[in-house]
DNA sequence: GAGCCGACTTGGATCGATCCAGTACGCCGG
DNA sequence: CCGGCGTACTGGATCGATCCAAGTCGGCTC
């Protein structure tokens, strides 16, 4: 192992100790089947004999690639349920490893510049390609991205502009809702309700889909059964508190374990016990849905997927290979707990 | 901005747009303070037009420095209320940019090899330094780390060896939960349990001590009013029943938001209500924490704080300049919800 | 006006891995 | 024994920013 000098070996290092040129040290590395066996492997033990790893900024400065995939972290909200990242970083890096990539972080200061941070590293050829997320916001930094030549993919669809033509990856949220409201539906509720986002949101109006077109499938009525607003704790709470008085559904679907979480709040309130009197669905499968008493039934996503998805897109276009399709919709799973 | 060429512009493209020579143009980046005003407003107005960022391979080659920092991301635990993870991140990632720095993250595959990863991105001179945050299984990373001369910070003191050499940063548990029971006595409880970690867990018992300390204090008996076992949701439920049937206190307090959530269960199984009839308190301040009904006690550790002194710190330690303390204790505060 | 100082600028060498063109060598058929 | 061919290996050039030692030039003093 690593013996001891004052600097790392390098790869003329390597190549003295073992006897060959440098050349020959790359092509054991970067295409072994260049070399006779026997070559290959005296080189190989005087590798694994100096502990010598290639050092990358070098290799980055001849290949003009850092096997870097930059991510920005959005400034985190507190008090939402919503710990998707958490969930998806874990993913991404692990998928990323796999791929021979590293995930950087930065963060993008202030939200007015949808590109802030991007753009540096983008030129100092820091990054080999990022990974977009924030596309509940419309997500603004594709089209720039694009603009630019930077290769990237999103994680969410291109609401706006479906013919867009860069590569993204996505959950199917619709289908998600789907199987919360077959779930109920199979269990015999009949007044199922909706608390959900504004009408602007495309990801909140796809998912309501899912409600409502499942409902008119079994021939339900969904009138007045509807409550859009903020994603919070406390529009949760007041859509539900305003539904149970007027409306009495038997089960509540929401576009999101945050709005779920109000959703308890208020049965908490009026003394009623989630699952035995009203059945609760939330979206996203948070940490807090697992946790909750007496536990939250909701849509999981895929993300582990997800994050795999990503990469493989990802490989193909820096390997400049033809991305075999332009979107992918992966379809999530229903985590049933005692709340339904 | 930046004009369309083939290739990004170099440190020479800008030297020769400004007429000046490569030097210049480098000193008008790293020490502006050698060029004349006027001098330096024409490289900077040529690096703007030009859209110039340095080569971010070509400098850490030659500099040996990368300005990044690694982060070991440890696998997902599900299940457990603790998303630390998430915000931390979000303040490491927030200040390391500040300085100048970037974070880089990986996985280190199985938990087998505590070294698996940093290895890697050590030799090949990837990343300037670590911050190590496994702390909790008894930080085994940091003596290898500090065997091989590698730059880190912990997260966390090093338990088993107190005179370690390595800098870190760590929260006050011990005084979080001294706030906690501080809080609840003021409220007027009189028997306040415990329910925490095994006795082999330093941290556990660290926190405890802030529980036992804190009562005895108060001339108040912690006799039979302590329970010690894992840190999962169903251990905090099951010592919950078990205290209330027998020991019936009016308080318990949680080493963490797990256990937390696990007495909540508790109380909801046997139709308490948290606040009003058993007060509880968590530590972390996790996401769960602020969303369940009816909302739950919690020690908060000050991340964005400890991230901003682990990355002073880091600073003093690349900058080869002295490390002015080696380990620097935060004090938490007290989250107050309706759970107390 | 010669001498000198200091501020500013210059071209060449360097970091370490890869690309490129070219050389040595073994094998074969003629 | 020679020429042709392909495999395996070699030395020099290159990526782009920084380090280094030396050079230029204006201004100042005597």
């Avoid at 930065?106 to 802030?116: K, R």
């Avoid at 100092?124 to 997500?139: K, P």
């Avoid at 998600?176 to 009408?199: C, D, M, N, S, T």
Wanted: aromatic share 4%; net charge negative; charged share 20%.
């Amino acid at each position: 192992m690593a013996r001891r000098t004052g600097r790392a070996p390098t790869l003329a290092t390597v190549a003295q100790t073992a006897g060959v040129s440098r050349q020959t040290v790359s092509n054991a590395l970067n295409s072994p089947h260049l070399l006779r066996p026997e070559t290959l492997a005296r080189v190989q033990s005087a590798i694994d004999e100096l502990g010598y790893s290639p050092n990358r900024a070098a290799r980055q400065l001849r290949t003009r690639a850092s096997q870097l995939i930059g991510l920005r972290v959005e400034p985190a909200s507190e008090g939402t349920a919503n710990a998707l990242m958490d969930r998806f970083l874990h993913s991404l890096v692990e998928s990323s490893n796999d791929a021979g990539y590293h995930v950087l972080l930065f963060s993008g200061g202030e939200a007015s510049d949808p590109l802030a941070g991007y753009d540096d590293l983008l030129r100092s050829t820091a990054v080999d390609a990022f990974v977009v997320t924030d596309t509940y916001r419309g997500n603004p930094q594709a089209g720039l991205l694009a603009q630019r030549g930077a290769p990237f993919v999103a994680f969410g669809r291109p609401w706006r502009e479906p013919v867009a033509e860069h590569p993204w990856v996505d959950v199917d949220g619709r289908a998600g809702v789907v199987l919360a409201v077959e779930h109920l539906l199979a269990r015999g509720h009949e007044r199922v309700a909706w608390i959900g986002w504004h009408k602007g949101s495309h990801i909140g109006e796809d998912r309501r889909s899912g409600w409502h077109d499942t409902l008119h499938a079994h021939g339900l009525s969904t009138t007045r059964l509807s409550a859009r607003g903020d994603d919070t704790l406390d529009f949760g709470r007041r859509a539900a508190l305003a539904l149970l008085d007027s409306e009495q559904p038997t089960a509540i679907v929401c576009a999101s374990d945050t709005l779920a979480m109000g959703v308890l709040h208020a049965l908490a309130e009026t003394g009623r016990v989630p699952g035995r009197d009203v059945a609760v669905t939330g979206f996203d499968d948070s940490i807090a849905a697992q946790v909750v008493p007496p536990g939250l039934t909701s849509v999981r996503q895929p993300l582990e997927a997800v994050a795999q998805e990503i990469i493989d897109v990802l490989g193909e276009l820096l390997g400049h290979r033809e991305v075999t399709e332009r979107g992918r919709l992966l379809t999530p799973t229903l985590s049933v707990r005692n709340s339904s």
